[in-house]
């Protein structure tokens, strides 16, 4: 299940302490952002037995954890990237307007004041 809207100090002891109560934990994942090792704010707790998640929705959903109200949901799938829209790309295609130099479209005068330029 997702558990969401986390206070950055949770730490994985404090949501079993509070989703055992609830039922067996499998597992709690606390995702960590790669650049600076802090947690992200939410996290997926395993419940050994599935029953046990809509009764944990139930009890803890806008439950007070460290100063927070958080968020508890079914954890859904993460969309599968495209193989024809690989993560480098972009969304828009090539066929937008490139407009580069802070937006200034191509052939634009602007900012060239006082410096000559030859035709």
């Given amino acids: 299940?997702?558990?969401?809207?986390?206070?950055?100090e949770t730490t994985q002891?404090?949501?079993?302490?509070?989703?055992?109560?609830?039922?067996?934990?499998?597992?709690v994942f606390l995702p960590t952002d790669r650049a600076t090792g802090?947690?992200?704010?939410?996290?997926?707790?395993?419940?050994?037995?599935?029953?046990?998640v809509p009764l944990a929705i139930e009890k803890l959903d806008a439950a007070e954890l460290k100063g927070r109200s958080i968020r508890v949901s079914?954890?859904?799938?993460r969309a599968p990237r495209s193989p024809d829209m690989p993560f480098e790309s972009?969304?828009?295609?090539?066929?937008?307007?490139?407009?580069?130099?802070?937006?200034?479209?191509?052939?634009?005068?602007?900012?060239?004041?006082?410096r000559k330029r030859g035709f």
């Fill in 1 to 8: 299940m997702f558990v969401g809207n986390l206070n950055y």
């Fill in 13 to 27: 002891q404090d949501l079993e302490t509070l989703f055992s109560g609830v039922g067996p934990i499998s597992e």
């Fill in 38 to 52: 802090q947690p992200r704010g939410f996290a997926f707790v395993e419940f050994t037995d599935s029953a046990t």
């Fill in 74 to 77: 079914e954890a859904r799938a």
């Fill in 90 to 114: 972009s969304p828009w295609g090539d066929d937008r307007p490139k407009r580069g130099a802070g937006g200034k479209p191509k052939g634009s005068r602007r900012g060239l004041r006082g």
